[in-house]
């Protein structure tokens, strides 16, 4: 019974629901067949020679992604939030402030996180319609003469609110008002949509997640940790087991995990980096680019504003769009839902219900993301939201200008 | 190494394309999950009892699917062209004639095949632009005094034009003239498209294959056989080995094979029929009916003409337009497999260049046809083929009007 | 439903059966993982240029498992049964007589065969345990001055008695008598098992299918079409239309076939191949040739007969062993079956109920073995036949000597 | 070129092996085809309505699977290390004593991970031969005069010496000195292979994993929690984020999780839980112990000693066998592994080298077993590992006598 269900195609409460489901939250994303089948596999033994030649793999693999050479990789059995606690305790003592963006839902997740753990979160508010603000971080540092502020945490890509903060420009903050703060990045949502740069940007501690941008079922997690972050962890303080680095740097040179790892997740990873590769990082940060502009273009031809007011800061795998005061955004992804068989994300916190999100990352193509857009123009009518016809055309026109 | 090339995902000269292939051919169909992963199981003994029971389920569903009680169906590991020679080996003897109408390329073939096997196939023209004529049927029949026709073969779903013929009207002609040949219909592309009632419309042998409606993989072609037809079999004198009925007709009643069946495919048939018994096949009928509408109503937008010219004809699964003088449309397809990872059917015989074919047919929803009919326009644009922009705006009205 | 059916875990009357059904049948084969999830994906465009890469490759790999360079490949969406059919109608003429050893059931079959398609089947008599005779098929093409006789027809693995027939032998007889007629060979159940040699023999036809040595699923077959058999088929009257040689030797060069094929078990065959190169054809027929000793020193020990009498002709792939008189294969099968989950192979014609089959070919390795010949031992005990205990030891100790 | 590998059968230096590969480790363990099927698919919106029904159907699963009403289960994408750390953290504050029996190599790993969090560990000492002792938990906690101890930890299966612990002796034992300490046992190895009564045993704290008896690929663990154990996390004072107990009790009533769940292992979860419930817990209880005394008897015929010297405390899903003095158990794994492809789990910690330990935990049958065993008695004779012949012929007869 259970496994028929499992195995089920998506359905409604009327019946079977025909062809593929629209997948177009900005994660889980879409798994590439591919990735599927490698993972489709029995487990092997993790303290075997066929083990360490996987484990090896991968670290290597996410080396590439991160854009790092020296950085170590941390990578954990475990969901993103898993990999914010990591990041924290293997670097910080208790009552240590760390510096944060209030730029969206998650960014307010991390906070709390740190509050838990016996940190101290210093916040720099934002209206939650662009990046973190780097000049702002800069006279926050200035102003942290006895150097309590330990760490400085930007959310690379807010997917709540699709805006992008510039993660070089903190680091030029940071450098700039000569400040020891570890930099920290959230590359949950970013990492395989557009350039990040662990090496080249500066990062301390960078995290992020499987089930985004690399195609990977949602599972795994990650930090990438530069050497001045390892050796914080010599002097921190925070309680840590399971999310401790040091056995993990073990495993980077050796391929074999301290506790048994997600076997099939890796093989999933592992296929997936191989589709990254065959693709080329840079066709896919070109690709998530195009769509997201595409889908930007559809916005507008509805009349539709962005959640995100800075140009600079646009998402490449999100488009957070608002809906008119006085309809429901959660009322139109219903209505999609049921009569689309289409999934979009929600809006979170205070933006519930007044914005939908259309993910545009990961395994995605152009007809796939005309079908989405078709799908929510069809929505914006059934729903009786105000809205101008055309996006379609309009993402059309400029996809068969940039073939 | 093969290995690894069979599971690559699609790939073009330069590179991985990422995202889901549009499959759009009017078959092979795209195949559903849930179908894929019931054929990706061992092989089991196919003289056992658990085989026993899958052969007798995949019987009793193909009986629901052509909608027969009392027919024989045959089950062969085979394309449709095998059923198509043993809907005629079964059943004729040499020099026998049969009435065929020409109605587009597959209906041809029928002929090349008739011919080869030593009958003589009278020809009823058309321009390839309708379906067949009860009338001219009639007239043919009415004309054979002296009882040559030993069987009327008509191609339901004339998957080269799009066009439908009625397959009830012909069995009317037969009747009215009272004439005793066999009615034999080629139901390879209209089986699970739409409507088809064994039965009810009185076919003797109907011919059908997998990768079309049914949404299994092709490797498996049928025979519906009614009592008359059977009873044919015992005095025709066509040479027949591995197409034989009797044998069939025993498997039937056991669920065991003559020869080792495709034991995978029946795992996959099995599935699908689950699929359309969950869906529904009035469901199923009404949603294929509504994409062709779409489609043909995005066709008339771009100012491009249909093949089918007439109204009543017009297939559920598949739309065959045709590009202006002047124009390649395989010129066209070539591009849009190159920039949108799309397959579209291309023309054949008379009319080849001429049209291209959009498949609509199987497992398929409202979005991944909006993907495909932006494909085609986004095509045209880039093929320099005069048209109409507006023909997913079309498309897209129509089918949120009807949600 | 019928998805949850078909997906469901081999299961007895009683509940669900844990762990791997032992399939030792001597085809269907267990099939890798790799070529499973190979077959587990989306199928394409047939006329499209990935499907011409993939038609190409699965022709070039079967050239090397048949052991040909010039010989032509037909590629058959058919059971073996089809392929059979293939040879005789593309090379014979009605009245021509086909010269056969009678050396088990599938001979039998063969003959059937050939009587029903007009041919007339000259049949060399033997006791169902040994080979074909060369030495009597000489004869008897001597005896042929009208050369009536067009074909030898020899099978080489006979799958129900475990008899090899030593085809070059039979080369040598019909050389050695200087007649014309053509050589066809059934190595349905020997490809991939043992040494085939299509050219170094001087095979002019030979038949196989997917689902024995080569670890495919049931559905494909194929020819092996030497030049001389080409030319046969140019004067040849049998009548063939979905058999036809021609337009498959089309397909040789360009990789792309008349008829819709089956796309998914190309797939599973271009990864067969692949897995086939990757141990490599002598340590597969290495590994058959020990298996199947080992499975003799296990019968030897029980103090059961083997079927085949002659040690020459020993089965690399499957080994038929007696039970003694008053007991009955068949209850010891469905005891093995039911008690211990697996499928062994079943006596056939004049052996039925007399033999149980072992089927140990394709993919397999020593410790399935061991499990099989465990099992097959534990069934002896519980059905009550006479015999000593002990096989499974000497079986094991001759694997772990020759490790 | 990764997805090559990532599909690649297993292989060895020298090419591929054919076959599977036996994985006779104490976890993971065999995956069966159909929980693999049912995590091959697509993932879902982790907030839509089709993900509740699935958090709902796994969790209410498990309840069944511990044996719970009233137990709130804590689902956690990490390995049982981290369901280890959510044990403590959740109930305990800084310098809280925990109560553990050091029965081997997992209850010292538990007893670091105790000491890390800033937890004291008082440890029973044992030879690592039998389970934890009782009457000297009821000693310890007698003297816990202050009532320090807040936490008695058991390991209920060590799968490192294939002890099992009696759970319901130690809470007897516990409350018998009218300890309030809760009462916390590591289900990793056992849950799933022989019974475990959470409510029955009066468990406070149940720690599991996906990756054993359940048959589940690596990536997920689990706390079942008793009403006083969520009642502990009150005023418990050991930071804690990721793994809070609070927000996973409201998940136990939604279905949905605080952060993105690893949808694809719950799909297999569920699958699992299918599996589990139609064979049935006390078939699966039943089969356990038989296979477990089949390998026992094999053990005991080849004159091997087991690890565990207490009759009452043997392992229903590992065995671990002690090699002669001067002779290596990894040697023998090395051999084992490279001639007849089967992975043995190792000695660790101070049995290193001593022992090798064979799985027979989650989807596993005779058969697969007897090649196990066949498997280690070619290779104890491969290795010189001084051995009577016989254990198969062993196992085999006690199968055979209680088929």
Redesign the interface.
């Known amino acids: 019974?259970?496994?028929?269900?499992?195995?089920?195609?998506?359905?409604n409460a009327v019946?079977?629901?025909?062809?593929?489901?629209?997948?177009q939250?900005p994660?889980?994303?879409?798994?590439?067949?591919?990735v599927?089948?490698?993972?489709?596999?029995?487990?092997?033994?993790?303290?075997?020679p066929?083990f360490g030649?996987?484990g090896r793999?991968v670290i290597a693999?996410m080396r590439e992604v991160f854009g790092t050479q020296s950085g170590m990789i941390a990578l954990?059995?475990?969901?993103?939030?898993?990999a914010?606690?990591a990041a924290l305790v293997n670097t910080l003592s208790p009552g240590d402030h760390v510096l944060m963006s209030h730029t969206g839902w998650f960014a307010h997740l991390w906070e709390q996180?740190a509050e838990?753990?016996?940190l101290v979160a210093v916040m720099l508010e934002t209206d939650w319609r662009r990046g973190a603000d780097p000049a702002a971080i800069a006279d926050a540092l200035s102003a942290d003469k006895e150097g309590r502020i330990k760490a400085v945490c930007v959310v690379h890509n807010e997917t709540s609110t699709s805006c992008l903060s510039d993660v070089a420009a903190v680091r030029h903050a940071i450098d700039k008002v000569g400040h020891g703060a570890l930099l920290m990045v959230d590359a949950i949502s970013s990492l395989g949509c557009g350039p990040f740069e662990f090496d080249g940007w500066g990062v301390d501690v960078a995290i992020s997640?499987s089930?985004k941008g690399l195609m990977v079922?949602?599972?795994?997690s990650f930090n990438a940790v530069s050497p001045k972050a390892m050796a914080a962890g010599k002097t921190a303080r925070?309680?840590?087991?399971?999310w401790?680095w040091a056995p993990l740097a073990v495993a980077n040179e050796t391929g074999f995990f301290?506790?048994?790892?997600?076997?099939?997740?890796l093989?999933a990873l592992?296929?997936a980096?191989?589709?990254m590769?065959?693709?080329?990082f840079p066709?896919?940060y070109a690709?998530h680019a195009r769509f997201a502009e595409a889908t930007r273009r559809a916005a507008a031809a509805w009349g539709l504003e962005l959640q995100c007011l800075d140009a600079r800061a646009y998402s490449p795998g999100v488009t957070a769009v608002r809906v008119p005061e006085g309809h429901s955004a959660d009322k139109l992804r219903g209505l999609i839902?049921e009569?689309?068989?289409?999934?979009l994300g929600?809006g979170l916190g205070r933006i519930e219900d007044r914005v939908f999100r259309i993910g545009h990352m990961g395994?995605?193509?152009?007809?796939?993301?005309?079908?989405?857009l078709?799908?929510v123009?069809?929505g914006l009518?059934?729903a009786g939201i105000p809205h101008r016809?055309?996006g379609?055309?309009a993402a059309?026109?400029y996809?068969?200008e940039t073939?």
Chains 1, 2, 3, 4 share one sequence.
């Open positions: 019974m259970s496994a028929a269900l499992t195995n089920a195609p998506h359905s019946g079977r629901l025909p062809g593929r489901h629209f997948l939250t994660g889980p994303t879409n798994l590439p067949d591919t599927l089948r490698a993972m489709d596999r029995n487990a092997i033994n993790h303290r075997g066929e030649r996987l793999a693999g954990y059995p475990a969901s993103g939030t898993g914010w606690e996180m838990r753990l016996g997640g089930q079922p949602p599972g795994l925070l309680a840590r087991g399971y401790d301290p506790y048994t790892p997600a076997v099939n997740l093989y592992e296929a980096i191989g589709l590769r065959a693709e080329g066709a896919i690709r839902l009569h689309f068989d289409m999934s929600n395994d995605i193509n152009a007809l796939q993301l005309m079908g989405a078709a799908g123009e069809m009518a059934l016809a055309g379609v055309q059309a026109a996809l068969a073939a």
